[in-house]
Protein backbone atom coordinates (compact mmCIF):
# COMPACT_ATOMS: atom_id res chain seq x y z
CA UNK A 1 0.00 0.00 0.00
CA UNK A 2 1.52 3.40 -0.83
CA UNK A 3 3.73 5.07 2.05
CA UNK A 4 0.71 8.31 1.63
CA UNK A 5 -1.89 6.14 3.27
CA UNK A 6 0.50 4.09 5.95
CA UNK A 7 2.74 6.14 7.88
CA UNK A 8 5.68 4.49 9.06
CA UNK A 9 6.91 3.76 12.10
CA UNK A 10 9.45 6.48 12.47
CA UNK A 11 6.38 8.95 11.32
CA UNK A 12 4.29 7.24 13.80
CA UNK A 13 6.93 7.70 16.98
CA UNK A 14 7.64 11.48 15.68
CA UNK A 15 3.89 12.37 15.66
CA UNK A 16 3.39 10.76 18.95
CA UNK A 17 6.23 12.83 20.36
CA UNK A 18 5.09 16.46 18.85
CA UNK A 19 1.88 15.49 20.39
CA UNK A 20 2.99 14.96 23.80
CA UNK A 21 4.91 18.18 23.54
CA UNK A 22 1.93 20.17 22.12
CA UNK A 23 -0.14 18.71 25.07
CA UNK A 24 1.96 20.46 27.53
CA UNK A 25 1.53 24.02 25.81
CA UNK A 26 -1.94 23.66 23.74
CA UNK A 27 -4.26 26.64 23.31
CA UNK A 28 -3.98 27.95 26.86
CA UNK A 29 -0.60 28.79 26.78
CA UNK A 30 -0.69 30.16 22.89
CA UNK A 31 -4.08 32.21 23.97
CA UNK A 32 -1.98 34.32 26.63
CA UNK A 33 1.37 34.45 24.38
CA UNK A 34 -1.20 36.40 22.16
CA UNK A 35 -2.88 38.79 24.81
CA UNK A 36 0.90 39.51 26.40
CA UNK A 37 2.56 40.15 23.04
CA UNK A 38 4.66 37.79 23.21
CA UNK A 39 5.82 35.07 20.10
CA UNK A 40 5.32 31.57 21.65
CA UNK A 41 9.53 31.30 22.34
CA UNK A 42 9.08 28.42 25.09
CA UNK A 43 7.51 26.78 22.79
CA UNK A 44 9.29 27.61 19.68
CA UNK A 45 12.60 27.04 21.73
CA UNK A 46 11.99 23.55 23.20
CA UNK A 47 10.86 22.47 19.89
CA UNK A 48 14.14 23.13 18.79
CA UNK A 49 15.98 22.08 21.13
CA UNK A 50 14.14 18.43 20.61
CA UNK A 51 15.28 18.70 16.64
CA UNK A 52 11.29 19.44 15.39
CA UNK A 53 12.23 22.63 13.84
CA UNK A 54 14.44 21.19 11.59
CA UNK A 55 13.08 17.73 10.65
CA UNK A 56 13.08 18.33 7.42
CA UNK A 57 16.84 19.84 6.77
CA UNK A 58 20.05 17.93 5.95
CA UNK A 59 21.69 15.89 8.73
CA UNK A 60 25.03 17.45 7.95
CA UNK A 61 23.93 20.88 9.08
CA UNK A 62 22.32 20.06 11.97
CA UNK A 63 18.81 19.10 10.29
CA UNK A 64 16.76 15.65 11.24
CA UNK A 65 17.70 14.69 7.23
CA UNK A 66 13.69 14.44 6.43
CA UNK A 67 11.36 16.29 4.23
CA UNK A 68 8.45 18.18 4.03
CA UNK A 69 6.44 15.33 5.06
CA UNK A 70 8.15 15.07 8.30
CA UNK A 71 7.82 19.30 8.63
CA UNK A 72 4.06 19.30 8.15
CA UNK A 73 3.58 16.37 10.43
CA UNK A 74 4.77 18.60 13.20
CA UNK A 75 3.10 21.81 12.25
CA UNK A 76 -0.66 20.07 11.69
CA UNK A 77 0.45 18.09 15.89
CA UNK A 78 1.29 21.63 17.17
CA UNK A 79 -1.83 22.93 15.30
CA UNK A 80 -4.43 20.35 16.60
CA UNK A 81 -3.35 21.18 19.99
CA UNK A 82 -4.13 24.52 19.56
CA UNK A 83 -0.38 26.23 19.22
CA UNK A 84 0.63 25.88 15.59
CA UNK A 85 3.95 27.98 14.75
CA UNK A 86 3.02 29.73 12.02
CA UNK A 87 7.23 30.59 11.26
CA UNK A 88 7.44 26.94 10.32
CA UNK A 89 5.50 27.84 7.39
CA UNK A 90 8.70 30.61 6.65
CA UNK A 91 11.66 29.81 8.23
CA UNK A 92 12.83 26.13 8.17
CA UNK A 93 10.11 25.16 5.23
CA UNK A 94 10.44 27.96 2.69
CA UNK A 95 13.51 29.52 3.62
CA UNK A 96 15.57 26.59 4.89
CA UNK A 97 14.43 24.98 1.80
CA UNK A 98 15.65 27.54 -0.87
CA UNK A 99 18.95 27.68 0.92
CA UNK A 100 19.40 23.33 1.19
CA UNK A 101 18.77 23.25 -2.42
CA UNK A 102 20.25 26.40 -3.80
CA UNK A 103 22.18 28.09 -1.40
CA UNK A 104 25.90 28.50 -1.57
CA UNK A 105 28.30 26.62 0.55
CA UNK A 106 28.92 29.39 3.01
CA UNK A 107 25.36 30.25 2.79
CA UNK A 108 24.45 26.57 3.79
CA UNK A 109 27.06 26.80 6.92
CA UNK A 110 25.91 30.07 7.94
CA UNK A 111 22.20 29.27 7.90
CA UNK A 112 20.86 26.05 8.12
CA UNK A 113 21.93 24.67 11.52
CA UNK A 114 20.55 27.60 13.06
CA UNK A 115 17.40 27.03 11.12
CA UNK A 116 17.45 24.06 12.12
CA UNK A 117 17.95 24.79 16.06
CA UNK A 118 15.61 27.79 15.89
CA UNK A 119 18.10 29.30 16.89
CA UNK A 120 17.73 31.22 14.00
CA UNK A 121 14.85 32.36 12.19
CA UNK A 122 14.04 33.94 8.45
CA UNK A 123 11.68 35.49 7.25
CA UNK A 124 9.56 35.23 3.50
CA UNK A 125 9.29 38.54 1.21
CA UNK A 126 7.34 38.00 -1.79
CA UNK A 127 4.11 39.83 -1.25
CA UNK A 128 3.59 43.08 -2.83
CA UNK A 129 1.06 45.89 -2.69
CA UNK A 130 -0.12 46.21 -6.01
CA UNK A 131 1.49 42.86 -7.47
CA UNK A 132 0.40 40.50 -4.88
CA UNK A 133 2.18 37.50 -5.05
CA UNK A 134 2.49 37.64 -8.81
CA UNK A 135 6.07 37.23 -9.51
CA UNK A 136 5.74 38.39 -13.14
CA UNK A 137 4.35 42.34 -11.30
CA UNK A 138 6.80 42.68 -8.47
CA UNK A 139 8.41 45.84 -8.71
CA UNK A 140 11.33 44.89 -6.24
CA UNK A 141 14.19 45.65 -8.10
CA UNK A 142 17.67 44.59 -7.68
CA UNK A 143 20.87 46.33 -9.78
CA UNK A 144 24.43 45.78 -9.64
CA UNK A 145 26.75 48.80 -8.36
CA UNK A 146 30.03 47.29 -8.80
CA UNK A 147 30.24 43.54 -6.92
CA UNK A 148 27.81 44.76 -4.71
CA UNK A 149 24.02 44.40 -5.18
CA UNK A 150 20.88 47.77 -4.57
CA UNK A 151 18.02 46.39 -3.36
CA UNK A 152 14.55 48.43 -3.71
CA UNK A 153 10.97 48.11 -3.14
CA UNK A 154 8.07 47.71 -0.75
CA UNK A 155 6.47 44.24 0.55
CA UNK A 156 3.26 43.67 2.51
CA UNK A 157 1.93 41.04 5.30
CA UNK A 158 5.66 39.50 6.08
CA UNK A 159 5.12 37.71 9.16
CA UNK A 160 7.57 37.21 11.52
CA UNK A 161 9.96 40.21 10.50
CA UNK A 162 10.22 41.55 14.18
CA UNK A 163 11.47 38.10 15.33
CA UNK A 164 13.76 37.03 12.34
CA UNK A 165 17.78 37.40 11.83
CA UNK A 166 17.10 37.95 7.97
CA UNK A 167 14.20 38.18 5.24
CA UNK A 168 14.80 36.32 2.21
CA UNK A 169 13.33 38.54 -0.49
CA UNK A 170 12.09 38.17 -3.51
CA UNK A 171 13.55 41.08 -6.26
CA UNK A 172 13.76 41.07 -9.62
CA UNK A 173 16.64 41.25 -12.01
CA UNK A 174 17.99 42.30 -15.72
CA UNK A 175 18.33 39.87 -17.96
CA UNK A 176 21.30 40.70 -19.66
CA UNK A 177 20.48 38.52 -22.65
CA UNK A 178 17.06 39.42 -23.18
CA UNK A 179 16.08 42.43 -20.78
CA UNK A 180 13.86 41.50 -19.64
CA UNK A 181 13.29 41.51 -15.18
CA UNK A 182 13.41 37.31 -13.85
CA UNK A 183 12.71 36.87 -10.02
CA UNK A 184 15.97 36.60 -7.88
CA UNK A 185 15.99 35.94 -3.60
CA UNK A 186 18.30 37.77 -1.77
CA UNK A 187 19.05 36.95 1.77
CA UNK A 188 18.38 40.56 3.55
CA UNK A 189 19.64 40.91 7.31
CA UNK A 190 17.40 42.77 9.72
CA UNK A 191 20.14 45.86 10.62
CA UNK A 192 20.65 45.97 6.93
CA UNK A 193 20.51 50.46 6.46
CA UNK A 194 17.24 51.28 4.02
CA UNK A 195 15.46 48.26 5.55
CA UNK A 196 12.82 49.09 7.70
CA UNK A 197 9.52 47.29 8.80
CA UNK A 198 6.32 48.67 9.68
CA UNK A 199 3.26 46.53 11.62
CA UNK A 200 0.12 46.21 9.90
CA UNK A 201 -2.61 46.03 12.63
CA UNK A 202 -4.50 42.45 11.99
CA UNK A 203 -7.92 41.38 13.58
CA UNK A 204 -5.83 37.62 13.47
CA UNK A 205 -5.14 36.54 16.99
CA UNK A 206 -1.27 35.11 16.23
CA UNK A 207 2.05 35.09 18.11
CA UNK A 208 3.42 36.32 14.98
CA UNK A 209 2.96 39.58 13.92
CA UNK A 210 2.86 41.12 10.14
CA UNK A 211 4.71 43.94 8.39
CA UNK A 212 5.11 46.18 5.95
CA UNK A 213 8.55 46.21 4.98
CA UNK A 214 10.66 49.15 2.54
CA UNK A 215 13.92 48.55 1.04
CA UNK A 216 15.16 52.00 0.25
CA UNK A 217 18.51 51.16 -1.81
CA UNK A 218 19.96 48.40 0.21
CA UNK A 219 23.15 47.96 -0.46
CA UNK A 220 24.05 43.89 -0.03
CA UNK A 221 27.37 42.19 -1.25
CA UNK A 222 27.28 39.50 -3.66
CA UNK A 223 27.09 37.10 -1.77
CA UNK A 224 23.76 37.86 -0.41
CA UNK A 225 22.18 36.46 -3.74
CA UNK A 226 21.11 32.94 -3.41
CA UNK A 227 22.40 30.28 -5.50
CA UNK A 228 22.66 31.02 -9.34
CA UNK A 229 21.40 34.41 -10.41
CA UNK A 230 19.32 32.52 -13.39
CA UNK A 231 17.99 30.01 -11.12
CA UNK A 232 15.63 32.43 -9.46
CA UNK A 233 12.04 31.52 -10.79
CA UNK A 234 12.41 27.40 -9.88
CA UNK A 235 13.92 28.42 -6.27
CA UNK A 236 10.67 30.55 -5.79
CA UNK A 237 8.70 27.28 -6.85
CA UNK A 238 11.00 25.33 -5.04
CA UNK A 239 9.62 27.44 -1.69
CA UNK A 240 5.97 28.02 -2.37
CA UNK A 241 4.84 24.48 -2.51
CA UNK A 242 6.17 23.49 0.66
CA UNK A 243 4.53 26.76 2.02
CA UNK A 244 1.23 25.59 0.37
CA UNK A 245 1.81 21.71 1.80
CA UNK A 246 2.96 23.28 5.03
CA UNK A 247 -0.51 26.09 5.25
CA UNK A 248 -2.22 22.94 4.50
CA UNK A 249 -0.99 21.27 7.88
CA UNK A 250 -1.56 24.72 9.50
CA UNK A 251 -5.40 24.57 8.09
CA UNK A 252 -5.57 20.53 9.35
CA UNK A 253 -4.07 21.28 12.76
CA UNK A 254 -6.85 23.87 13.05
CA UNK A 255 -9.51 21.90 12.35
CA UNK A 256 -8.81 19.13 14.30
CA UNK A 257 -8.35 21.00 17.22
CA UNK A 258 -11.52 22.81 17.00
CA UNK A 259 -13.48 19.21 16.00
CA UNK A 260 -11.73 18.34 19.16
CA UNK A 261 -13.28 20.76 21.02
CA UNK A 262 -16.38 20.17 19.93
CA UNK A 263 -16.71 16.61 19.66
CA UNK A 264 -15.94 16.61 23.69
CA UNK A 265 -18.96 19.44 23.91
CA UNK A 266 -21.44 17.11 22.27
CA UNK A 267 -20.46 14.24 24.41
CA UNK A 268 -21.32 15.92 27.69
CA UNK A 269 -23.48 18.66 27.19
CA UNK A 270 -26.78 17.63 28.07
CA UNK A 271 -30.06 19.72 27.95
CA UNK A 272 -32.84 16.90 27.32
CA UNK A 273 -32.43 13.37 27.94
CA UNK A 274 -29.00 12.64 25.94
CA UNK A 275 -26.86 14.47 25.24
CA UNK A 276 -26.69 17.11 21.95
CA UNK A 277 -24.09 14.72 19.92
CA UNK A 278 -26.83 12.09 19.86
CA UNK A 279 -28.41 14.37 17.84
CA UNK A 280 -28.10 13.75 14.00
CA UNK A 281 -28.53 17.45 13.45
CA UNK A 282 -25.31 17.88 15.53
CA UNK A 283 -23.92 14.79 14.70
CA UNK A 284 -23.68 15.16 11.04
CA UNK A 285 -22.12 18.37 10.93
CA UNK A 286 -19.14 16.77 12.90
CA UNK A 287 -18.90 13.63 11.18
CA UNK A 288 -18.78 15.03 7.94
CA UNK A 289 -15.85 17.54 9.00
CA UNK A 290 -13.96 14.58 10.10
CA UNK A 291 -13.87 12.93 6.44
CA UNK A 292 -13.42 16.73 4.86
CA UNK A 293 -10.32 17.21 6.89
CA UNK A 294 -9.04 13.58 6.44
CA UNK A 295 -9.54 13.73 2.86
CA UNK A 296 -7.84 17.11 2.75
CA UNK A 297 -5.16 15.44 5.08
CA UNK A 298 -4.49 12.62 2.46
CA UNK A 299 -3.68 15.22 -0.08
CA UNK A 300 -1.41 16.93 2.41
CA UNK A 301 0.74 13.95 2.35
CA UNK A 302 0.61 12.76 -1.10
CA UNK A 303 1.90 16.37 -1.79
CA UNK A 304 4.60 16.00 0.88
CA UNK A 305 5.52 12.96 -0.64
CA UNK A 306 5.66 13.95 -4.15
CA UNK A 307 7.76 16.89 -3.05
CA UNK A 308 10.38 15.00 -1.44
CA UNK A 309 10.48 12.52 -3.76
CA UNK A 310 11.75 15.19 -6.43
CA UNK A 311 8.66 15.40 -8.54
CA UNK A 312 7.85 19.53 -7.96
CA UNK A 313 5.27 19.45 -11.36
CA UNK A 314 3.59 16.82 -9.81
CA UNK A 315 3.88 18.04 -5.98
CA UNK A 316 2.44 21.63 -7.69
CA UNK A 317 -0.76 20.39 -8.67
CA UNK A 318 -0.83 18.29 -5.29
CA UNK A 319 0.35 21.33 -3.24
CA UNK A 320 -2.01 23.30 -4.46
CA UNK A 321 -4.94 20.94 -4.18
CA UNK A 322 -4.25 20.11 -0.66
CA UNK A 323 -3.63 23.61 0.69
CA UNK A 324 -7.36 24.37 -1.48
CA UNK A 325 -8.69 21.76 0.27
CA UNK A 326 -7.36 21.77 3.76
CA UNK A 327 -8.44 25.80 4.03
CA UNK A 328 -12.10 24.48 2.71
CA UNK A 329 -12.17 22.04 5.50
CA UNK A 330 -11.13 24.35 8.02
CA UNK A 331 -13.66 26.90 7.91
CA UNK A 332 -16.25 24.44 7.87
CA UNK A 333 -14.93 22.95 10.63
CA UNK A 334 -14.64 25.97 12.77
CA UNK A 335 -18.15 27.36 11.85
CA UNK A 336 -19.66 23.95 12.94
CA UNK A 337 -17.78 23.74 16.19
CA UNK A 338 -19.20 27.16 17.35
CA UNK A 339 -22.54 26.39 15.89
CA UNK A 340 -21.99 23.48 17.96
CA UNK A 341 -21.35 25.38 21.51
CA UNK A 342 -23.63 28.12 20.83
CA UNK A 343 -22.91 30.51 22.84
CA UNK A 344 -20.32 29.05 24.53
CA UNK A 345 -18.46 28.91 20.95
CA UNK A 346 -18.20 32.09 21.35
CA UNK A 347 -16.66 32.76 24.44
CA UNK A 348 -12.87 33.12 25.50
CA UNK A 349 -12.90 30.23 27.92
CA UNK A 350 -13.82 27.44 24.99
CA UNK A 351 -11.20 29.71 22.43
CA UNK A 352 -12.95 28.72 19.08
CA UNK A 353 -14.02 32.15 18.35
CA UNK A 354 -10.88 33.02 17.64
CA UNK A 355 -10.65 30.68 15.12
CA UNK A 356 -13.18 31.88 12.51
CA UNK A 357 -10.55 34.41 11.63
CA UNK A 358 -7.90 32.28 11.25
CA UNK A 359 -9.55 29.86 9.40
CA UNK A 360 -10.28 32.40 6.87
CA UNK A 361 -6.55 33.52 6.64
CA UNK A 362 -6.23 29.56 5.40
CA UNK A 363 -8.50 30.66 2.55
CA UNK A 364 -6.92 33.58 1.48
CA UNK A 365 -2.87 33.23 2.18
CA UNK A 366 -0.65 32.34 0.72
CA UNK A 367 -2.64 32.23 -2.10
CA UNK A 368 -6.27 32.37 -2.20
CA UNK A 369 -8.66 29.67 -3.05
CA UNK A 370 -9.65 31.30 -6.48
CA UNK A 371 -6.28 31.34 -7.99
CA UNK A 372 -5.88 27.93 -7.00
CA UNK A 373 -8.86 27.15 -9.28
CA UNK A 374 -7.25 28.84 -12.09
CA UNK A 375 -4.67 26.61 -11.63
CA UNK A 376 -6.50 23.79 -11.45
CA UNK A 377 -8.36 24.85 -14.62
CA UNK A 378 -5.46 25.85 -16.68
CA UNK A 379 -2.42 23.85 -15.80
CA UNK A 380 -4.74 20.48 -15.22
CA UNK A 381 -7.60 20.57 -16.98
CA UNK A 382 -6.28 22.63 -20.11
CA UNK A 383 -8.61 25.37 -19.92
CA UNK A 384 -7.99 28.65 -21.86
CA UNK A 385 -6.75 31.64 -19.37
CA UNK A 386 -9.27 35.30 -18.98
CA UNK A 387 -6.30 36.68 -18.20
Not at 98 to 112: E, M, N, S
Not at 322 to 330: F, G, L, R
Request: glycine share 12%; proline share 4%; charged share 20%.
Amino acid sequence: MSSTLVESGELRALRTAVAALAARYGRDYFGTAVREGGHAEELWAEAGKLGYLGVNLPEEYGGGGGGITELALVLEELGAAGCPLLMLVVSPAICGTVIARFGTDAQKRAWLPGLASGGLRMAFGITEPDAGSNSHRLTTTARRDGSDWILTGRKVFISGVDTADATLVVGRTEDARTGRLKPCLFIVGRDAPGFTRRPIAMEVASPEKQFELVLDDVRLPADALVGDEDTGLLQLFAGLNPERIMTAAFAIGMARHALGRAVAYARTRQVWDEPIGAHQAIAHPLAQSHIETELARLMMYKAAHLYDAGDDAAAGEAANMAKYAAAEAAVQTVDRAVHTLGGNGLTTEYGLASLITAARVTRVAPVSREMILNYISHQTLGLPKSY
